[in-house]
């Protein structure tokens, strides 16, 4: 089992749509959680962290349940330039490596 | 100011040769990790370093790969004796201890 699992989609969703994206992680130690972006043929750029209480910023909401180890991410009125691989992150410790998983892909199309 | 840069950006080699690719962290950051990102999946740790030292080289695939970071900025992932499964970006990051920022990559093809 991947310690980081993501639907991998892809999405296809219209302009304007809610899309929800989950992913689970198997290590109950990990402590710190993101959501990065990664367009086609670039580098990997953090979205957003994640934290226990649940964060927002502008349409992006982001969800962690530790106890489920679930970790979620919702787009409100999707915009054509949301579409992009959305990947999943985990981190033991504060430094250390990150655990990606495999990336949702998502297209807005208008 | 200037972000992490990787050198070259594409890199297509031959069976059985010896590659080496290069990372310029963000300046201060002392930490320098290198991942690699095989196609329709998500980065792959490989090894990080905390100044000079690899912290953590529990991700290198074998003994043909090796990465060094001698001054504490520079650092350079050196691979051995390349086969076709190598292909792949290699991904660097570099950070002060929270985000971490990535690199544009290395492109690397084994023919």
């Known amino acids: ?3 980081v699992e993501q639907d991998p989609g892809p999405f296809n969703v219209p302009e304007g749509a809610t899309v929800a994206f989950n992913c689970t992680y198997s290590n109950s130690a990990s402590q710190s959680f993101f959501w990065y972006r990664q367009d086609c043929r670039k580098e990997p750029k953090l979205l957003m962290s994640v934290y226990s209480s649940g964060n927002e910023d502008g349409r992006f909401t ?12 919702l ?3 999707s915009k054509l330039s949301d579409s992009a691989t959305y990947l999943c992150v985990v981190n033991k410790q504060a430094g250390t490596a990150l655990i990606f998983g495999k990336g949702t892909t998502l297209s807005v199309s208008s | 100011g200037a972000g992490v840069s990787q050198t070259p950006s594409n890199k297509v080699t031959e069976k059985g040769k010896y590659v080496e690719l290069r990372c310029d962290p963000i300046s201060g950051h002392t930490a320098l990790y290198w991942y690699r990102q095989s196609l329709g999946q998500g980065p792959e740790f490989l090894i990080y370093f905390q100044g000079t030292g690899a912290a953590d080289d529990s991700g290198l695939p074998n003994d043909r ?5 001698p001054e504490g900025s520079v650092s350079t ?4 004796r390349t086969e076709r499964g190598d292909s792949a970006v290699y991904l660097c990051a570099s950070s002060r201890g929270g985000t971490q920022y990535f690199g544009p990559g290395t ?3 084994v023919l």
């Open chain 2, 65 to 69: 790969f090796f990465a060094v970071r």
């Open chain 1, 62 to 73: 982001a969800q962690l349940n530790r106890a489920s180890q679930y970790i979620s991410l």
């Open chain 1, 75 to 77: 787009i409100r009125d």
């Open chain 2, 77 to 80: 992932l050196k691979i051995q």
């Open chain 1, 1 to 3: 089992r991947k310690e």
């Open chain 2, 107 to 109: 492109r690397l093809t």
